[in-house]
């Protein structure tokens, strides 16, 4: 699987927009794009994914740049309850495991 | 979404004993199930594959007769920590995944070996 990069850690202002990028320069191109999130001491929580073309649902948006080598997944109102380690994970469709990285630890602030 | 459980959520045990944990996929038909570990401020790390009816594929390093895995249904996979000493104390984290290939995530269980 093509590994990704993410920032170690991020702060964000309650209420505004996080914008958490990812790298993953080595992407096939059947490989799609997930986001993940874990809040503390809890299992993992999908929150989106993508192929070529940018996604949003209730949760987040996902802008995937054109030569698909990195992303952002963007909270665009971020609350303290998102607070947590968001997962960038490139992965080929089936039934293949998703493999974490370090991720990025999202604190966001009052 | 489709919800996985894991129980029990959190277990204590004295070294030497064996622990069972079970993952359930509650609405849906898991033909694969993922058991994860993760260690304090560590990310996750994949331990095994179980597909329904198959003896599961451990990840490099994995003991599989310590980590002893079943999946004997398409709504249950158990791992069986077997002879547990104080390292063996993690968060251990199953997904479950099915027709579609998603993979839904259980809530985690906690083992602490005293």
């Known amino acids: 699987d093509a590994k990704t990069t993410q920032p170690t850690s991020m702060d964000c202002a309650e209420g505004r927009a996080a914008n958490l990028p990812c790298n993953h320069s080595t992407i096939s191109g059947n490989e799609y794009v997930y986001w993940y999130r874990q809040i503390h001491s809890q299992g993992p929580q999908y929150i989106i994914h993508g192929l070529k073309n940018n996604e949003t649902n209730e949760m987040a948006s996902l802008i995937i740049t054109e030569d698909r080598k990195s992303s952002t997944l963007i909270l665009p109102h971020a609350t303290l309850r998102d607070t947590a380690v968001y997962y960038c994970i490139v992965r080929f469709s089936g039934n293949t495991p998703l493999v974490f990285g370090k991720g990025t630890r999202l604190s966001v602030i009052a | 979404g489709a919800v996985v459980s894991q129980h029990p959520s959190w277990v204590i045990c004295k070294s030497g004993t064996s622990v069972k944990i079970e993952c359930r996929s509650l609405?849906?038909?898991?033909?694969?199930m993922f058991w994860y570990r993760q260690f304090p401020k560590q990310s996750l790390m994949l331990m095994a594959t179980?597909?329904?009816?198959?003896?599961?594929?451990?990840e490099q390093g994995v003991e599989k007769d310590k980590f002893l895995i079943n999946h004997a249904s398409l709504t249950l996979s158990t791992l069986t920590v077997t002879s547990a000493h104080p390292e063996d104390s993690s968060f251990y984290i199953c997904s479950a995944s099915g027709r579609t290939h998603e993979q839904y995530f259980g809530p985690g269980t906690r083992l602490t070996v005293t």
């Open positions: 609405d849906f038909q898991a033909t694969t």
């Open positions: 179980s597909n329904e009816g198959s003896k599961a594929t451990y």
